[in-house]
């Protein structure tokens, strides 16, 4: 099916902004066919897995259908479980940031019942509940269906398995005769059938079946990271494996724009890639890309689609992708004609569940690995020295060298090791201080082998991750990528340094200007 990008589909210009807001430029294989059947009023069987996008495929038109004026309850979705329930709810109000007057109110069982009932007489729109609470409601009298225009199963065959047929029933019985009605399963056993001919009429049927695509040659990883943490793994990846060129896909383009600058800032060729450059933009990109001139190349899946690159090392999912099948395409821009390829995926918290279902898509192996510590980066860096001297030594003259050596060594009184030593300090781009240990600063909340500190200015001084990188990198002349996270609140900043850098950030930085404005550092724990 060819791609289609949100503003191709007929939505109020609210739910246009809000999609936008969230970042993402096209629809999922399900929404493109679900929401133009949705959106005009007949009732839908969807097929679809879990992680194909289906919440918008439903939310976007449950919200067109929405009247903000009136505060009675319009549209109901049942979902299996309390964690769906919560999920689905912050993705309709995610989708309903800019609809002025629109509530929506998650109901689940263990959860105080008098809380919800005076969210419901306050006035909500939008119901999202497990059947069992749905059902309480109902007996109670405190939702008032009258008004309900479009009812929503999501994951139908789940609330079957789990028991929830009558409840259901009883559910669709008490529904407005006159009203939408829209299911959603990842299989169609013959139960799902039979409630889909007893409650909705001339249903449209709408299927998405992932063709079963296998990933040849290509090594993959996952690493659980936290979400601030995700720019430094980054940075230590990079540095240890040196892909020659690599991509790092982001689901939103408001991610690429951030980590473009954070790279750009920790010392990266880095360029981004997104549905909102116009077209000779992209171009001068890419470019620059097959070049080489730029090494990392930050894309959403959309803007990707061009890239035809074969000397691609690398792929980093920064974010684990919306649909399965966009994992496959991303990792396919590595291991091309003929080549073997690394594939690096980026799990944050219960997305590991998400990863387990592309491994059984793909049927391929994701393997857990460890997220490499600032000593890992370090030795990785020694030995690639140590491999261009072998190949020096092996493959070169190097008698005029050694002489300068023999001629220092009887004019000083180093040893031939205290110059080595020296020189591959030097190319390791390290600073003499001596190390600072961790303990001096007691624990300032950050990771190991790093010290958290805390700066006096923020977003409101218009300062950028990519501003304190310059000007600490600029202060101190240590190289700007082994910086950790940055954190840009309104008022102040936390930055993370290597621990053996600290004393020298927090001395060097004493007298510094970042953005003309005079700095207090100090380490967080100070405060």
Known sequence: ??????????????????????????????????????????????????????????????LQKVDPKNKHLQAVVLCPTRELAIQVAEEIRRLAKFMHGVKVLPVYGGQDIVKQIRS????????IGTPGRVMDHMRRKTVKLTDVNMIVLDEADEMLNMGFRDDIETILSGMPEERQTVLFSATMPRPIMEIAKKFQKDAEIVKVVKKQLTVPKIEQYYYEVRPRKKSEVLS??????????????????????????????RGYFAEGLHGD???????????????????????????????????????????????????????????????????????????????????????????????????????????????????????????????????????????????????LDLLMGENNQPVQEDTMFGDTGAEEGMVRLFINVGKKHKIRPGDMVGAIAGETGMPGRLIGSINVHEDYTFVEVPSEYAYQVLEAMKHAKIKGKSVNIEPANAR
């Open 236 to 265: 230590r990846l990079l540095d240890i494996y040196s892909p020659k060129l690599s991509v790092v896909f982001c689901n939103t383009k408001r991610t690429v724009d951030t980590l473009v600058e954070d790279l750009k800032g």
């Open 277 to 423: 450059m116009k077209q000779q933009q992209r171009d001068r990109v890419m470019n620059r890309f097959r070049n080489g001139k730029t090494d990392i190349l930050v894309a959403t899946d959309v803007a990707a689609r061009g890239i035809d690159v074969d000397d691609v090392e690398a792929v980093f999912n920064y974010d684990i992708p919306q649909d399965d099948e966009y994992y496959v395409h991303r990792i396919g821009r590595t291991g091309r004609a003929g080549r073997t390829g690394i594939a690096f995926n980026f799990v944050v918290g219960k997305e590991v569940y998400k990863l387990r279902d592309i491994q059984r898509y793909c049927k391929t192996k994701i393997i857990a690995k460890k997220i490499p510590s600032m000593d890992d980066v370090t030795d990785t860096k020694v030995e690639k020295i140590f491999a261009r001297l072998r190949d020096k030594i092996e493959g070169e003259d190097l008698s005029r060298m050694v002489d300068f050596i023999e001629e220092k060594v009887n004019q000083e009184e180093y040893t031939s090791i205290d110059l080595a030593a020296a020189m």
């Open 1 to 62: 099916m060819e791609a289609v990008r949100f503003e191709e589909l007929d939505l109020m210009p609210q739910i246009q902004r809000a999609v936008k807001d969230m970042g993402f430029e096209e629809a999922s294989a399900i929404q493109a066919k679900a929401i133009p059947v949705v959106m005009s009023g007949k009732d839908m069987i969807g097929q679809a897995q879990t992680g194909t996008g289906k919440t918008a495929s439903f939310g976007i038109p449950l």
């Open 120 to 127: 419901l007489k306050a006035g909500t729109q939008v119901v």
